[in-house]
């Protein structure tokens, strides 16, 4: 009995041992390249700046009390509305096309995700610039819609929020639909039979059974495609206009022309405040907050099969 | 493709000097930290086999990520390549060398009137000019015709929504204080004021700040007035007949990209031949044809082709040197421009 006993608990201590040694690089990983270096950017965001570039040896609160004046705020502002405008046309088109594509014949669901998949294929500078092609001002589009009279002649596709907004969408998009269909595929469709059977319109079924019933899902696509929209540098830069301007570009700016370490970190650091309070509201939302991360995780690695 | 071309070719320069000092007696290394594209790599060659040593050339793409690494420690660079400003303060904070001119034969025949005039370091004490280049405007003559020479073009509002002014706030801010009449230098409050209202008029005509997206989108038509730096509208030109430049009246800004050899260098002899090396006539004619920008060396016209000896980029008339400005490093009083800069951003 005792022998057995102590077997077991030798057992398990190896079994953990090996889970241990197998966690070890990812988390090694982690810490190096990710705790550590976001350590030291709210780190430098209380050191003082010196002009020609370095970082002083002091230390200050000034950073970040300048860094919640008024005319950052409404940079910070452009910045979560834009996001938010992102991710809610993201999750406006991808569940749709995510309950059509779960609703398909196994056969053709592959296709249709690949279909999907391949844009990514193409680079994602060549994608923004190929937008700047299809909004050229003298382009087939904007011709068509000035013929049609449905834009007058002092309005532009391009260089304009309006153009971050599109081109945005259409790069996050595929990365909302993956984990809709997910969950979506997991579905049982017979519920909404049993719904329309109870009485309930089409639209209502769709509303209050299947919604409900992939929210993971959708919690997933909103993390996705929120999180980089905040961040992001590349497009408002390409195909943003004057007024463009967002938190990611003001941060390299800080960084590289101006010369501003502690400021760049100090903005960098509110993002990654800001950024966090949805992914905690996220794992709020559901009971066992540890449950749902392995159900995101789950979730999120069936959409990559 | 040529710019892919000549990057697999750095690259293989580079895994071939690796290759070279893994075996066989081991040769000097220069170490040559520089902007990408910006020296003929045969003549990189010709020097190695004159001198029997290996050229390592490392990349950065602005000076301020260049001054960060040295001042993190980035050692083991024995010459660089800083823009005229950062120079001057590198030298200040005592990270490069003081040059010994009795090692730079070649420094007699760098031009007089761009020392005299423009340049931060007239005496060559700490740098040595490379490659100059201005900031002018370039724009599509068979739709608009002649426009006349001046800033004043931003301000028509015929052309909203297709011109663009550089996202670069010593650049941009610099055009208005020029227009205004002012030093694209000043500290005064009041001229950076004016400067400020003057941008935010034009900005109801442009489409963008940009630094990048300009040359494509000139090309294209999608814009059809354009201020940017001359290097990369001289690319642009050689491919688009519809489009000119002009240098406003008013004034306009140059800057040069000097030579310097940093305090930390492991072989300064070697630096010292370099800078020597590139800087006589017949070699900077072939750097100034491989760069469309000018190489202030006298003499390096009669070595270039027919056919670019009267380019308006590779070689800056003398009188451009008066009429330019260059930017300095204002040290704290950067801070008024970042202000006046994020101010015209947010006006509406």
């Known amino acids: ?305 | 493709m040529k710019k892919i071309l000549k990057y697999v070719a750095s690259a293989v320069a580079l895994c071939a000097a690796i290759a070279m000092c893994g075996c066989g007696p081991s040769k000097p290394v220069l170490n040559v930290y520089m902007w990408s594209d910006y020296i003929d790599l045969d003549l990189v060659k010709e020097f190695e086999q004159k001198y029997d040593c290996k050229v390592v050339i490392d990349i950065f793409d602005s000076n301020e990520f260049m001054y960060s690494k040295l001042k993190a420690g980035g050692a083991g660079y024995d010459l660089i390549q800083p823009s005229s400003y950062m120079a001057k303060i590198m030298y200040e904070q005592k990270m490069i060398e003081k040059l010994d001119h009795s090692k730079l034969p070649s420094l007699a025949k760098i031009n007089r009137a761009y020392l005299d005039n423009l340049a931060i370091d007239k005496k060559m004490e700490y740098s040595v000019p490379y490659m100059i280049g201005f900031t002018c405007i370039a724009y599509n003559k068979d739709k608009l015709g002649k426009i006349p020479d001046t800033w004043a073009v931003f301000g028509d509002s015929k052309l909203k929504g297709r011109m663009t002014m550089l996202n670069d706030m010593r650049e941009t801010i610099g055009a208005a204080l020029l227009f205004k009449g002012h030093s694209i230098n000043t500290t005064d409050e009041k001229h950076l004021e004016e400067a400020k209202k003057q941008i935010i008029e034009w900005k109801r005509n442009l489409a963008k700040f940009d630094n990048e997206v300009y040359k494509v989108g000139i090309r294209s038509g999608e814009f059809q007035v354009v201020q940017g730096y001359s290097g990369d509208l001289f690319q642009v030109f050689a491919e688009a007949p519809e489009l000119t430049w002009m240098c406003p009246k008013e004034g306009f800004t140059m800057c040069c990209d000097d030579w310097a050899i940093p305090v930390t260098a492991r072989n300064k002899e070697l630096a010292y031949k370099f800078i020597d090396f590139v800087m006589t006539p017949q070699n900077a004619a072939r750097n100034i044809e491989f760069t469309c920008f000018t190489c202030p060396v006298d003499g390096a016209k009669e070595f270039v082709s027919e056919e670019n000896r009267n380019h308006p980029g590779m070689f800056i008339a003398d009188e451009m040197y008066k009429k330019g400005e260059i930017i300095q490093d204002l040290g704290a009083d950067n801070a008024k421009y970042i202000k006046v800069w994020d101010e015209i951003k947010l006006a509406k």
């Open chain 1, 1 to 305: 009995m005792a022998d057995d006993k102590s077997n077991f608990s030798a057992r398990a201590g190896a079994k953990r041992f090996t889970e241990w040694l197998f966690t070890a690089p990812s988390l090694l990983w982690l810490a190096v390249f990710f705790v550590i270096p976001s350590l030291l950017v709210f780190a430098i965001a209380f050191k003082t700046a010196d002009p020609a570039g370095g970082i002083g040896p002091g230390w200050t609160l000034d950073t970040f009390a300048n860094v919640l004046r008024s005319d950052y705020v409404s940079v910070l502002w452009r910045t979560v509305w834009v996001s938010c405008a992102i991710t809610a046309i993201c999750l406006l088109l991808g569940i749709p096309v995510g309950y059509w594509i779960a609703q398909q014949r196994e056969k053709y669901r592959y296709w249709l995700l690949l279909v999907i998949i391949i844009p990514l294929w193409t680079n994602f500078l060549i994608r923004i610039f190929a937008w700047r092609v299809l909004l050229h001002p003298d382009g087939f589009l904007r011709s068509a819609l000035l013929k049609l009279g449905i834009i007058s002649d002092d309005v532009f596709l391009l260089n304009n929020l309006g153009a971050v907004i599109t081109v945005s969408v259409y790069t996050c998009l595929p990365f909302a639909i993956l984990p809709i269909y997910a969950a979506a595929e997991k579905f049982n469709f017979s519920l909404i039979e049993a719904a329309r059977d109870l009485g309930a319109s089409r639209f209502k079924a769709f509303v209050s059974i299947f919604i409900p019933g992939i929210k993971r899902g959708i919690y997933t696509a909103i993390m996705v495609v929120f999180i980089p929209a905040m961040g992001s540098y590349a497009i408002p830069d390409l195909v943003g206009g004057v007024d463009g301007e967002m938190l990611g570009n003001k941060i390299a700016i800080r960084a590289s022309a101006n010369r501003n370490l502690p400021e760049a970190a100090a903005l960098a650091a509110l993002l990654s405040v800001i950024i966090s309070v949805p992914v905690l509201l996220v794992f709020l939302k559901q009971k066992g907050v540890l449950k749902n991360v392995i159900n995101i995780r789950r979730s999120s690695g069936d959409s990559t099969k």
